[in-house]
Each structure stands twice: as structure tokens, then as C-alpha cells.
């Protein structure tokens, strides 16, 4: 099994709802340094799983979607509560879609899973793992 | 599949039994950078694997009844060789222990697993995986 | 010379007044970690420029007053446009205050100086030197 | 579940064929941080996964015969293109000989696999990963 | 006194020319991030040493160039040993000369000086610093 | 100004001795990760402040002096409170007696002064500078 993992950050604003966050119900912000594996159980002809300079752009590109704003105001997200486990779940999910578009051309029919990694501070961080 | 992993570190003494280990074989000591990560398939109602904050509190437990300590001296540690993947099993044990006894509330009955790693230096890290 | 660093963080919300800092005008957030760095020409009797514990106590205490907060509501901020090196401005200034107030000991009267650096993601920080 | 991992780095010359590669295609470099992970179902009656200091001798020893050479004129690699993939593959490859030639003494036997991932910027990665 | 540091990574290949370089004499590579940091003894009307983000800009300019390349064959470094201290000094004089030409607009008669660091693994730099 | 920077680690145990150092008083230790930087206003003939690869090799010296020892018991520690800062004025100390004695050959003449930085935790660091 082969995987290349791409790295990219985003600065974003947000509250949590829940008591279980307390002063993090506040609105406060976070700097996500935000990883993108991709993996693949066989490498093309040109002996890569997908080309990281690619896998780059689309990771960016999803960020871009959100970052420097406050996602308690996207209307995206309405409804959502923005931990760290849900933007690495909606974040995956951005991937997976771009994934089957075809954003990774032939890449995308040999790619057998993904795992978005969000890093909120040197000392916590949350992933969503998924199949493609 | 979701996961939450937080990080901590101690400081402790200790020496190695066994001829492989060298000059480890003497009293000498370690930074341990600590990192806990908890499995989940599903999140619950707030959107999280596990309070990041209550998991940061319960690995900071643990390590508090090992840091700052020679283990060599350690009662509950006799007859044991605290290498590092032997460091990894009893702090994951210990955390498994607390999450079986409700530490996490009503997380631990979804929770599926435990990944503890030890990093020794920045060339050298030990881990160990279990279920929940 | 000597100098004892020790580091911290703090997750916040702002936004930046000005053209110059395009999309980082509109509501955001930041992860900032926090290097608070105390110089001395001379170690004490215990063989220490300040205690490392209590060093880390004061820059965690400066950090409180300012983490989970949107930086633009905040009444002690009011008029200050918080960006990296303002923020690192404040805080030094604030352990200088405290240093100044006796919360390092008998050390306040040895340290030359301070150095605060904020790391606003992997690719930026910013610095604010100043004599004690 | 246990695993021990070992850094290393190495520093080469290449270039890569293929459109996709873009300006990768001149001849350029890489400090390639190379992670070597052992994995293992138990430990052995030392406690450990292999020797850390075993490990890192036989990483260093795979890497020796790469580093300070152009990756294009090495007569081992004539028609592989050096890919992060293809060179995670490799390494990985030549770390199974060695285990299966003895080189982790008795641990081979009990050695369950093992992920080779090189770090070729801060911000990109590959990964190779094998049973034993 | 303050400073805001942006970093950015190049990849290259060269040779060195000396004994004292041993294998480093063969053509091989090099990822090199770079940290420049500018310095300056006031903040401008908008509270910055420089705008983070052209800071990142000026940089990017300079290193793409010199990365992908072999710097052997770079006609700009005819006769120069591409040492990791030269680079630095290299990049260096060309950010001070963009300064000068007023790349960083109104900030550049404020910059009191700055320091060019390029890590070429991770346990070597180097850093060249200068007066503006 | 130009410098070189080298890092290397050492494991050791160790107490302290003092009220101020709380929990630390009892026997436990440190991977302290060092960093020895060398300063010089000019590059020689090769184009570097110091070889990279001979810089490494005199740190490794010095901190084999050290490692893998409970330094409460080495009898040219006697009476030394080893503390981050002590140690790192203690490994300053050894660097510079080694470049005067001709370690670093002719470099040696045209070294202006050191940095030994030890970093004891990811949250925690101290540094001792000198002249040369």
C-alpha cells in the first residue's frame, strides 16, 4: 500500500455549542494546519499514487473555500457544529467529491481511500478517514 | 473513521536490562513526548470523538503518576524493562482502564481504540495500538 | 549570556484593519504559539536564569487573558489593530510588567531582557525584543 | 499491536520523467527525512519491537547507498523513476532483504510489517507499506 | 526591536568543491527551507514590520530562481561554491536589493536589517544576517 | 554575519538541588535535543563558517562525554546543579575549548562566538552564548 499526504493550513473563526467545550463557546479562532493522504494500493505509470503537485492544488483549494472567515456565519455550515473531527469530516468529504469529478484525472479510478488530518495546536489534532 | 489524538510529555530516569541495549544498559533518563489518540466510527451529538480537552486531562493523569520519577524505583513497575514500547502498552492500558471506567462519559461505549506513541528523540518513537 | 525560552498557546478570533491584509480584513482566527524567551548575563545560586515552571506560569497567565476571546470585542484592546506584532508587543509588555511586579523573584532584578515570538501558522511568526 | 520507528535523512540528486512532473522534470535535489516503522503483534523477552539502535543502523546502512549521488546515473535505478513513491518502495524493499537475511537477529521472525515514509518538503510526503 | 519571519522550501541539486565537503563533492541535492526575517525598530500606521503576506511573496520570487535547478549549471553562480552559508548570503542580497527597490513599499525605509536561514536537514543550517 | 548550526541529542538522568525546582528535585532525566551554532563575520576559502560535517562531529564528542549517564554521579559534575542552563554553559564551555584547541582547524581564528541552545521538552529550552 502507497500513500502520499499533502500539508496546507487555513485560519478560520468559530464557536462550539455544547457545555462539554467551555470556553471554547466563546468565539474564538484556530490556525488548522490541515493534512490530505491519499492512498492507493498500486502507483501508475508514471510511479506516483497521485501527483502532489495536484493533490496540492485541490487540498488548497478546498481551504480556500473556508479559510479567513467565520464559519459560524458560512451558510455552508449552517446547522453545523464546527469541531475539529466535523471540518476534517467535511473537509474529506470536499476531497472525496473532487476525487470523483475527476480533479486527479486517471489517478482517481486507482485511489482507495483518504485521511484528512487537522492539527489545531502543537498538542491536539483530529482525522476522518474514508473509503473512495 | 474519526480519531482524536492530544499530546503531553514527562521526564523520567530509568535503565535497561538486556545486553542489546548498550550503554542504555546504564541509569540514564528521557523527554518523552507523548501522543494518545482515540478511534471512533461514529461522532456523537456535539460532533466529537472525545472531549479534547477531557482527553488531554486524562493523559495528563497518567503521566503524572510516572514523570519526574527513576522507574528503576518504581514499585508498580518491578520486574518490568521500561523500554519504550513497554512505556506505550502500560500508558495505553492505563488509559484504557480509565475509559472502561467512565472517565470519558459517554464516549467510552463508542470508542473503538487506542493508538499510544512514545517519542524518545527526534530519531526514535515506540507505539502501541489496541480495541476499546 | 543566557536565556530560558519557554513556549505556550492560545487560539483567539480577530480581524485586521487596513487594505494591505486583504481577506485578513474579514473575522478569522489564529492558533498562536507562543515563545516567551528571558535573558540574563548571570544564573542564580540555583543555576538558573529564571525557573523554567514559573516562567511558563506567568506567560500562561498572560495568554488567559487574552485566549478564546474575539480580539475585537476585548475593551483592553479597543483601537488596536492585533496583528502578529502587536499581539507580541502586548504580551511582552506584559511580562515585563510582571517581571517588574516581582512575579519571577528574586531573578527580575538579574534579566536584561525579553524576546516574545507569536507563530501565527508554519510559514509566519513575528517578534518583539525589549530590555527589563 | 507494537511498532518502533526510526528517522534518518539522506540528501540526493534526480530528475523525474514525465509531463506531469512539470519543472520537477529538470535536474534538481532533496533532503528526503526518511521514518522506517517495524511492526509487530508482541514484544520479545527484551520488550521491544526490534533494537531502536539496531533499526537505525540498518536504515542508515540502506540510505548510505543512495545519499550524495544523482539518483539519474545510479546503475541500480536505470529505468525507475525515482519518484518519493518509487524511492519508499525501494528503501522499504531493501529494509525486508536485510530483516529476512537476519539483520534484526531473532526479530525477524516475529516482525509483522513495515512503513517506509519519505518527507521530501514540510509539506509533502509518501509512504510505503509491506507485510514481512 | 521586532521581526516578522516567513519561510518557503526550494529543492536543488549541486556539487560542492573542496576536500573538506567528502561526498558532498558528488553532484546530490538539497530541500532547503528558508526563513527570512525582517527587522525592524518600529511598527508602521498599520501595525507591521512588513505585511506578512508580501514578505512571503518577495521570498517565493526569489527562490523559484533558483529551485528545480542544478545550480552547476546556473550561469548567475558561475564560480560560486553553493554552500549552504553562500546560498544564504545569496538570498540575502537579493531580498536586501528588492527591499531597496522598494519591493516592500513604504515599509523598506524602516527595515533596520535582515536574516537569511536555510535548513538543509534537520539537524544543519546556516544563516547570514545584514543591515538594510 | 554568518553562522553554522548544528543539533545532535544526548539522554541523561539527573536531580536537582533546590526548593524551586519542585517535583525535579527527585531523581529523573532529559532528552535534551542541542543545538551549537557558530558565528563568523566571514566565510573562508571553501565558502563556509565551519564544515558542516566536522561541526556535528565535535558536538557528538562532547555530548558522548555525557550521554547515557545519571549526571548526579560523574565526577567532573561534582558540586554542578546541572540545570538546562548549567549544562548548556557546560557543553558551550567543552565547544570552545575544542575550537581553540584546533578542532576546527584554521576555521578556528575566525570564529566570533557560539550558541548552545538545549531544548529539555517541546515546551522548554535554555541557551548559553560566548565569544570565541
New interface residues.
Given amino acids: ?9 487555513m ?4 464557536s ?3 457545555e ?5 463557546q ?8 490541515v493534512d490530505a493522504a491519499f492512498r492507493s494500493a498500486e ?1 501508475d505509470s ?4 497521485v ?4 493533490a ?1 492544488e485541490e487540498l488548497r483549494a478546498v481551504l480556500a473555500e473556508l ?4 464559519l459560524d ?1 458560512e451558510p455552508s455550515l449552517a446547522g ?7 471540518l ?2 467535511l473537509i474529506g468529504e470536499r476531497l472525496a467529491e473532487r476525487a470523483h469529478a475527476g480533479a486527479f484525472g486517471a489517478a482517481a479510478g486507482r485511489l482507495d481511500g483518504l485521511v484528512v488530518t487537522l492539527h ?11 473509503a473512495l
Fill in positions: 500500500m502507497f500513500s502520499v499526504t499533502v500539508r496546507d493550513h485560519m478560520i473563526a468559530h462550539l455549542r455544547g462539554t467545550f467551555g470556553p471554547a466563546r468565539l474564538h479562532g484556530a490556525t488548522y494546519v502507483l508514471d510511479g506516483v499514487v501527483d502532489i503537485g495536484r496540492g479559510e479567513y472567515r467565520n456565519d453545523v457544529n464546527t469541531t475539529t473531527e466535523m476534517a469530516l489545531e495546536s502543537p498538542v491536539a489534532s483530529a482525522s476522518y478517514e474514508r
